[in-house]
């Protein structure tokens, strides 16, 4: 629908010392895999990365991590008997451009070699979205003066993770143009299969040659080049795992046998007009923003770009497949941050996304199972397989007899909750009652019965407490009746109940197979409802105050504007024993349970929580999943101004680097949660029994806000103008 | 002197299931690199390892470890086309052997191919001792039948520590039958430079050919072969790091082109000569005993092959460069029991090794400081600078939120008294007064002054303590007063204050600056002897029993022989805390310190206590330290048959791994004290003011013992001989 300009991320010059936050940016990818935005040469210090999804293997401290692949970006070319390197000779011309519209990767460089000849080359390079076994690379190089060419193409089996190797050889070999690698993970013996395909138009004296070193098989091609004239180097490259297929390598090499001769064209009209589709259904214009459009655009597409389209039985991991933070694991992030963009314009992916939480029931029921409860507990941090994989401990920075205890994956409960919320969320937003009833139900029963065995009942004070927990606010840990927990926790018990009440109706055999298989009887079910209806909840009647936990408002008062400006987050500043005893919150608990339980709060109650823990949150460098929550009830409360400084925290969090960490990978909880302040936010929408509706409360200088949506089936678009607009930003 | 049989250790039959044990047994070095023995051709679960002295990075959890260096073993050849490979095709013929007299690898194959082919190989290695930097193969080849062959020859860098990645690539290069490689160490930044040169005689119609794939440049040559004829293949690599010269990779490149065009020849003749000289200083003959006599020369040629002649800044690890076991890192096991075979037949390398603490010292000095102490507290593990690098927290095997807290680095003390033992015994040997008034006293007045201010006055007891430390018996930490670690620190002391006094004396100068370097006052040194004369000690005087620490008659008493026959140690049946609540030794502390100090026991003492702990003491699987000593004490005791039983143990640790762990690499110490045990316990030699002089405790089986030695700058030859020996094992 909307053909703008803000499609293009744009890098002007060649930058080593930003070279890792431009890989974070420059990152590709197709639900099948991501690779990272490392140049096809080489350059000291890349993190040259390529993640599969579901292919982890074991490693120590943080136990299972997102397996580097082999990388197929690498074109070694010798102009002239010159390596092309960038660090070398004089760059006359440089942009990089990544277009959004279809992830077209372009490079252009204009470069004089040491030896002072001069080339003009254009880089591009795309993972298919139509088949996500096939990544494309084209290279057109032209030649100012006559010369030769060399390029070399190596397909090797040692990608490392940060310095630790995962890949076994399996074999390997070279027919022709095409070369091929079988490798297997060391732990978790996940085979892959890669083959590749050269192919240089142009040019004349051609000569092939393929080098069969050990886990590095080569192609070399070697050319003579006319001064003026263009060369083209078309490469593709096929991956496949066992996870796929039982013969990776050669589903691999046969993918390549039924390509054209020539195949770039052919796969990228098929590759763009996938995109296209994709960005037909959730496409977000803002116009009178064109830096927050942008920033908007890049999100959606960093998360179309890493959620699977076939598996449902992988997620998105915190960082997508753009970097190493994290490993890859799987957090709530993906549940409450990244999945309504889903759920609202493409519910078949946010289908596959939950899948995957149903398909480790059984790493979660062994969690529940080992930490002595019952039911279903997921992971803190999940892989392959649902068990917790949150490191237990981690190096001290500067003590070496010290360690750091990590006790979120023992007691930040609340991500169990916050599958069930995704899940109902779906469910109300796409009416999949075959979703419900034959997935969602079961994890809701199992979980909602892990609640009730946690909670512990005071006798004292009459009613079932949640202790030693933490809540989203992770500067907090081991704290008492955190209410975001408790709330959702009451919610998840209550909605159980509820939802195998319509299953009794919708498909009786099911409920009594499910009530069977679990091994429900009704004194449990009435053990829920009591636990439900009895569960520790205090707001203050005077203020409206609701306490993040027992104790908090008497936890030591900082004064944040005093520490500005600061650079780091308020845990380095205080430490974690300081931030902990500190009244600073890293995202504010009270305010996420606002957004999505909002019949807990009445307006009275939404005003005042909002400006009290507004005020005490680290908003720039606490949590980046909390400026993006913070924007939309700043919208609710009526604070457009506040909103946008909120919103644009989160937008630029990637393009802008503005936490100083997008090296790592980018922010994909942020990245879903700028979609949530768009559309929930800035577009005030809202579903009623007749369908969405919106009341609007955009940024002052937004001159127009349009996005679609999918709801019921029934697909909406929604164009919100601002006849009121002042000139401003863009 | 001695010319007999048993100078080979021989492999009989190609099995992969015991591919690691044999890779340890058939090391092989020069001083200056070691190379597991790994088959030149490639198989699963191999360790393919070199380490260079002195080459350590960084690494996750054990801090820094030896770096495995590029392969330099790696020959994949295709003969008639097909792979040589063992698993394949049928193997006619197998042995290997390892000539302890100039550590000659050779094995010798007769394969017929899966395709019926029939193939005759030796493979030959060396690691030169007349120039460490070089190492050398030789394969020699015949077809059975007219086939063509093909040689392929990769220096990668990719060589990586059990999965985790050491080296960053810089340059590499091909040029005719020479490939180079140049790599950097990732966290240390120790440059690398290697080189090979490949030349191949015999057979026609020779075409060579370069593959520079990148960290892999590879040299392949094909060529015919007639039936019947062989063909010679030469292969010479060359290491240099940044800690020999400022260009590595250039003298890497520069020592090639000084060979002669065909090199085996001559470097084997100067290699094999140096070898030769080794022996010639320190053979042991034993007659009556092939068995012992084989283990002893295997023990002698792993430490001669491990002791730098080149480099005073590094020592040898505890598994000498033959394996990741302890990562290099370096223990008491080289100054107690590796240093003696040194000092008393190699007084050269002896000073060598002594002096890498003298250059550690640093590191010792920062380790007290950082306790609280003052003067010098040597690391536990050391490893480049001597800080402390024993790993702190270890992953427990079972349970993910647990860790193992390795106490050793920090309170097993008595290493440093350990240092200046091995100086003060150099010094006794050799009368090397040089070494002492420049190196060793100073060690020994910042030890001394460690001791000092580590000791805790008892106001109660009037005494001074050595509370909460761990003796050599590793089963019990946190002991107070453990007998081992008062006594050395009282000798410490005590002979400080001596070598002070001879000193003043021998090199007034000298003692006048080290006195103002190290600000040593009277009152302090006066304090010295206090301490030396109150430290704690306690002997039962009804039974002459020293109580190994304060409590320790009181643990819980064990019956060994009832938990006859075990395949594991105490502490992995009885689990950590167990083992430490009972009274089993790991290795028994009074008896060793009856080895050190002989004078702090009578003869009763000495039976009483040998008697008591021997009875309490895991021989089988507790330290791989204790059996030698055992022997030693055996023999002073006038049990023959004893002091067999625990030498052959210590004897066969390796060869025939009879602790199941020698796939991690020899046990170096073991094999220094098996030296000391022939030595000083069957040969029962000692020091009297004229010169050596014995007292044999042989073996009943043993016809003969001859062994040589240094003493004081002569030359000594001790012949033995059994005239009632009867006929035994051999």
């Given at each position: 629908?909307?053909?703008?300009?803000?499609?293009?991320?744009?890098?002007?010059?060649?930058?080593?010392?930003?070279?890792?936050?431009?890989?974070?940016?420059?990152?590709?990818?197709?639900?099948?895999?991501?690779?990272?935005?490392?140049?096809?040469?080489?350059?000291?210090?890349?993190?040259?990365?390529?993640?599969?999804?579901?292919?982890?293997?074991?490693?120590?401290?943080?136990?299972?991590?997102?397996?580097?692949?082999?990388?197929?970006?690498?074109?070694?070319?010798?102009?002239?008997?010159?390596?092309?390197?960038?660090?070398?000779?004089?760059?006359?011309?440089?942009?990089?451009?990544?277009?959004?519209?279809?992830?077209?990767?372009?490079?252009?460089?204009?470069?004089?070699?040491?030896?002072?000849?001069?080339?003009?080359?254009?880089?591009?390079?795309?993972?298919?979205?139509?088949?996500?076994?096939?990544?494309?690379?084209?290279?057109?190089?032209?030649?100012?003066?006559?010369?030769?060419?060399?390029?070399?193409?190596?397909?090797?089996?040692?990608?490392?993770?940060?310095?630790?190797?995962?890949?076994?050889?399996?074999?390997?070999?070279?027919?022709?143009?095409?070369?091929?690698?079988?490798?297997?993970?060391?732990?978790?013996?996940?085979?892959?299969?890669?083959?590749?395909?050269?192919?240089?138009?142009?040019?004349?004296?051609?000569?092939?040659?393929?080098?069969?070193?050990?886990?590095?098989?080569?192609?070399?091609?070697?050319?003579?080049?006319?001064?003026?004239?263009?060369?083209?180097?078309?490469?593709?490259?096929?991956?496949?795992?066992?996870?796929?297929?039982?013969?990776?390598?050669?589903?691999?090499?046969?993918?390549?046998?039924?390509?054209?001769?020539?195949?770039?064209?052919?796969?990228?009209?098929?590759?763009?007009?996938?995109?296209?589709?994709?960005?037909?259904?959730?496409?977000?214009?803002?116009?009178?923003?064109?830096?927050?459009?942008?920033?908007?655009?890049?999100?959606?597409?960093?998360?179309?770009?890493?959620?699977?389209?076939?598996?449902?039985?992988?997620?998105?991991?915190?960082?997508?497949?753009?970097?190493?933070?994290?490993?890859?694991?799987?957090?709530?992030?993906?549940?409450?941050?990244?999945?309504?963009?889903?759920?609202?314009?493409?519910?078949?992916?946010?289908?596959?996304?939950?899948?995957?939480?149903?398909?480790?029931?059984?790493?979660?029921r062994q969690k529940a199972r080992e930490n002595g409860f019952k039911g279903a507990q997921f992971a803190w941090e999940s892989a392959a397989t649902g068990e917790e994989v949150t490191p237990t401990w981690v190096p001290h920075p500067t003590?070496?007899?010290?360690?750091?205890?990590?006790?979120?994956?023992?007691?930040?409960?609340?991500?169990?909750?916050?599958?069930?919320?995704?899940?109902?969320?779906?469910?109300?937003?796409?009416?999949?009652?075959?979703?419900?009833?034959?997935?969602?139900?079961?994890?809701?029963?199992?979980?909602?019965?892990?609640?009730?065995?946690?909670?512990?009942?005071?006798?004292?004070?009459?009613?079932?407490?949640?202790?030693?927990?933490?809540?989203?606010?992770?500067?907090?840990?081991?704290?008492?009746?955190?209410?975001?927990?408790?709330?959702?926790?009451?919610?998840?018990?209550i909605t159980a109940l509820e939802i195998l009440t319509w299953l009794e109706g919708y498909r009786p055999h099911k409920a009594a197979q499910l009530k069977q298989q679990l091994e429900l009887s009704e004194p449990e079910l009435a053990h829920?409802?009591?636990?439900?209806?009895?569960?520790?909840?205090?707001?203050?009647?005077?203020?409206?105050?609701?306490?993040?936990?027992?104790?908090?408002?008497?936890?030591?008062?900082?004064?944040?504007?005093?520490?500005?400006?600061?650079?780091?987050?308020?845990?380095?500043?205080?430490?974690?024993?300081?931030?902990?005893?500190?009244?600073?919150?890293?995202?504010?608990?009270?305010?996420m349970l606002a957004y999505l339980l909002p019949d807990l709060f009445d307006e009275k109650t939404l005003q005042a929580n909002y400006e009290y823990y507004s005020a005490r949150t680290d908003h720039t460098f606490g949590s980046s999943l909390?400026?993006?929550?913070?924007?939309?009830?700043?919208?609710?409360?009526?604070?457009?101004?506040?909103?946008?400084?909120?919103?644009?925290?989160?937008?630029?969090?990637?393009?802008?680097?503005?936490?100083?960490?997008?090296?790592?990978?980018?922010?994909?909880?942020?990245?879903?949660?700028?979609?949530?302040?768009?559309?929930?936010?800035?577009?005030?929408?809202?579903?009623?029994?007749?369908?969405?509706?919106?009341?609007?409360?955009?940024?002052?200088?937004?001159?127009?806000?349009?996005?679609?949506?999918?709801?019921?089936?029934?697909?909406?678009?929604?164009?919100?103008?601002?006849?009121?607009?002042?000139?401003?930003?863009?």
């Open positions: 629908m909307l053909n703008d300009r803000n499609w293009f991320v744009t890098e002007d010059c060649f930058d080593l010392n930003r070279q890792n936050h431009a890989e974070t940016i420059f990152t590709i990818g197709n639900g099948y895999l991501g690779t990272r935005g490392a140049h096809e040469e080489r350059y000291r210090g890349e993190e040259r990365t390529t993640f599969i999804h579901g292919v982890f293997d074991d490693v120590p401290i943080v136990f299972t991590e997102l397996v580097n692949a082999p990388d197929w970006l690498d074109l070694s070319l010798w102009l002239g008997g010159e390596r092309f390197c960038l660090t070398e000779g004089e760059i006359l011309a440089y942009q990089r451009q990544l277009d959004l519209r279809n992830g077209l990767l372009t490079r252009r460089v204009d470069w004089r070699s040491p030896a002072g000849m001069r080339w003009q080359l254009t880089f591009e390079r795309f993972a298919s979205l139509d088949n996500p076994h096939l990544v494309c690379q084209r290279v057109i190089i032209k030649a100012l003066a006559d010369s030769s060419l060399e390029v070399r193409s190596t397909l090797s089996g040692e990608a490392d993770n940060l310095n630790y190797k995962h890949w076994d050889w399996i074999g390997q070999g070279i027919e022709g143009n095409r070369a091929w690698l079988h490798l297997r993970t060391r732990a978790t013996g996940i085979e892959l299969g890669t083959a590749t395909r050269l192919i240089i138009c142009g040019g004349s004296g051609y000569e092939q040659i393929g080098w069969d070193t050990r886990n590095a098989p080569t192609l070399v091609n070697r050319l003579e080049v006319k001064g003026g004239q263009t060369v083209e180097i078309e490469k593709i490259t096929a991956f496949y795992t066992s996870r796929d297929t039982a013969e990776p390598q050669k589903a691999a090499r046969q993918v390549l046998e039924t390509l054209p001769e020539r195949a770039w064209n052919d796969l990228w009209q098929s590759h763009a007009r996938a995109w296209e589709r994709e960005w037909d259904a959730c496409d977000v214009l803002i116009e009178g923003d064109d830096r927050a459009h942008l920033a908007v655009r890049f999100s959606l597409f960093q998360l179309l770009a890493a959620a699977s389209r076939q598996d449902e039985r992988v997620s998105i991991g915190a960082k997508a497949l753009s970097g190493y933070g994290y490993r890859g694991h799987v957090f709530w992030d993906t549940e409450i941050f990244m999945l309504p963009f889903f759920t609202y314009t493409r519910p078949e992916i946010a289908r596959n996304l939950l899948s995957y939480r149903y398909h480790t029931l059984a790493g979660a003590d070496r007899t010290k360690l750091i205890r990590i006790w979120t994956g023992d007691i930040q409960i609340h991500i169990s909750a916050d599958v069930c919320y995704a899940i109902w969320q779906y469910w109300q937003a796409t009416a999949d009652d075959e979703f419900m009833a034959e997935r969602g139900a079961e994890i809701f029963l199992d979980v909602a019965r892990f609640w009730a065995s946690r909670a512990e009942w005071n006798a004292e004070r009459g009613c079932y407490e949640f202790t030693d927990v933490i809540g989203p606010d992770e500067y907090h840990d081991h704290v008492d009746n955190n209410a975001y927990t408790n709330a959702l926790a009451r919610w998840n018990l829920w409802r009591e636990v439900a209806e009895k569960i520790y909840w205090k707001q203050d009647s005077q203020t409206g105050l609701i306490e993040q936990f027992e104790g908090y408002f008497q936890r030591r008062q900082i004064d944040l504007q005093a520490l500005e400006p600061r650079t780091q987050s308020i845990q380095s500043l205080l430490g974690i024993e300081g931030a902990s005893e500190a009244n600073i919150l890293k995202q504010p608990d009270v305010v909390g400026p993006a929550i913070h924007a939309i009830i700043a919208c609710r409360v009526g604070k457009a101004d506040e909103a946008y400084e909120h919103f644009m925290r989160a937008a630029l969090a990637d393009l802008e680097d503005v936490r100083g960490n997008a090296h790592d990978g980018i922010h994909a909880a942020s990245a879903g949660g700028i979609w949530q302040a768009v559309v929930f936010g800035f577009g005030g929408l809202r579903f009623d029994p007749q369908g969405p509706t919106t009341s609007p409360c955009l940024p002052r200088h937004w001159k127009r806000l349009a996005f679609r949506l999918m709801y019921r089936g029934r697909r909406f678009e929604i164009d919100l103008t601002n006849p009121q607009a002042t000139a401003g930003e863009g």
